[in-house]
């Protein structure tokens, strides 16, 4: 599977504002946004803003999403899919089925500083899962799901720095965390108010269905 390797600052750049995909760094005056906020590329600081065509809108809100969660065309086509055969509000079942993805719950619990260093903790089999060692990183997480910690991987530099980077922040309501034990817990499926992203998904679901 195709995956991007350039600087992910140019990313946000593109979008045009924090996709928060360089962990404790966006956080920092050396966020890319802070200092260059304009869009990549030799003439991106002197463009023009042109309208947006109803399309253009709807195809960057797609875009962002995709690389907030980090994931390619055809996972990302299939995981809607899926939500649309779901009950209930696709752009909210999609958001949904995205935060559930271990990748994103590693690092919500704050396990990672980012979804892309979840993923790698994951491929390199470092995250359990009811105690059972999972490598996926799409694995999607069931309400009531352990999600923990190998105890080598709790000595990682990279996980004791997200670890204590994420304690004086506010943990969100539907997942529980024993930052001490590396181990937390899925308590409920969020709504889409539990969700915190700046993003308007029923462009997406409009967009996929022309």
């Given amino acids: 599977m195709a995956r991007y390797t350039g600087p992910v600052c140019r990313l946000c750049r593109r979008e045009g504002e924090k996709l928060f995909l360089k962990g404790k760094r966006c956080f920092t005056e050396k966020c890319a946004i802070e200092r260059r906020a304009f869009p990549p590329g030799q003439h991106g600081g002197g463009r023009r803003r042109r309208r947006q065509s109803e399309y253009a809108v709807q195809l960057r809100e797609k875009q962002k999403v995709k690389r907030i969660y980090g994931l390619a065309e055809k996972q990302f086509r299939s995981l809607f899919k899926k939500a649309s055969r779901v009950p209930g509000v696709t752009g ?56 923990s910690m190998a105890p080598k991987a709790r000595k990682l530099p990279v996980v004791i720095e997200a670890i204590e980077d994420r304690r004086s922040r506010d943990q969100l309501s539907w997942l529980g965390v024993d930052y001490d034990a590396a181990s937390g817990r899925m308590l409920e499926r969020p709504s889409r108010s539990d969700i915190p992203l700046a993003v308007e998904e029923q462009l997406i679901v409009e967009l996929y269905s022309k």
């Avoid at 590693?106 to 470092?126: D, E, N």
């Avoid at 996926?136 to 997480?141: L, T």
């Fill in 92 to 147: 909210e079942n999609l958001l949904v089925a995205l935060e559930s993805r271990l990748d994103n719950i590693v690092y919500r619990l704050g396990f990672a500083p980012s979804r892309k260093a979840a993923r790698q903790l994951i491929r390199h089999r470092h995250v359990r899962v009811e105690g059972a060692t999972v490598d996926v990183p799409s694995y999607s997480v069931g309400p009531g799901a352990e999600v």
